[in-house]
């Protein structure tokens, strides 16, 4: 159990234009999903946690308006980056933690493949 | 199928020495990650091992043999706050990450 996925697994995309990358809990319902950006040292930033059918919490500095997040059920959550740029090419990579403690899950973040994003 | 395999906790004392292993299959392999996360926190970047042997960094230095898929992250001098999950993670060949499930460790007095 606890898979998630995320699809696109990687996009290309022109410098204007809107990506979404969809983050899915394949084997349980999620209280809450998180989504991260991996910077090239490695180095993991959240950007913002989101509950299921209330508004995202944004970290400082993190454009709520650039990065919109949808977290429309238990089980999917998306991240549109609106208007990409160069600078917003990355990987991202989000988690979900579970909602039912039970079967094996525990309560802990599990983390999705990454997406990586880039803008040309 | 792909697999990481990890202890899902470890118990140690203060001022000792403990290693966490992580074991894996997968198709491909980019890299191999260690993070450590507090909880209720975001993970923080510990090591990264491409190549085979041993990275060393300060208290904690993390081994890689690719030949057996197999990495372990060592921790010296163990501090109250080191309590926390540790969470190993290899890229594969299509470059997305493969997360074991965290390996809690607690540490007592």
């Known amino acids: 159990g606890a898979v998630v996925s995320q699809h696109p697994s990687r996009v290309i995309c022109k410098s204007g234009t809107s990506v979404k990358i969809e983050c899915r809990s394949l084997?349980?319902?999620?209280?809450?999903m998180f989504w991260y950006r991996q910077f090239p040292k490695k180095s993991l930033m959240l950007m913002a946690t989101s509950n299921e059918g209330s508004k995202a919490t944004y970290e400082q500095g993190v454009e709520k308006d650039k990065f919109l997040i949808n977290h429309a059920s238990l089980t999917l959550s998306t991240l549109t980056v609106t208007s990409a740029h160069p600078e917003d090419s990355s990987f991202y990579i989000c988690?979900?933690?579970?909602?039912?403690?039970?079967?094996?899950?525990?309560?802990?973040?599990?983390f999705g493949p990454g997406t990586r994003l880039t803008v040309l | 199928g792909q697999n990481i395999d990890q202890p899902t906790e470890m118990t140690a004392t203060e001022g000792a020495i403990v290693q966490i292993n992580c074991t894996y299959q997968?198709?491909?392999?980019?890299?191999l990650f260690w993070y450590q996360q507090h909880a209720g926190e975001a993970p923080t970047f510990l090591s990264y091992?491409?190549l085979d042997g041993l990275e060393e960094k300060g208290r904690f230095s993390s081994f890689l043999s690719r030949s057996k898929g197999y990495s372990y992250l060592l921790l010296k001098e163990l501090q109250m706050k080191d309590s926390a999950s540790y969470l190993c993670a290899v890229m594969d060949s299509n470059y997305q990450l493969i997360w074991g499930a965290g390996t809690k460790l607690i540490i007592k007095p």
């Open positions: 091992n491409v």
């Open positions: 084997d349980f319902q999620a209280t809450t």
């Open positions: 988690s979900a933690r579970a909602l039912i403690v039970a079967g094996g899950l525990t309560d802990t973040q599990y």
């Open positions: 997968t198709s491909g392999f980019n890299g």
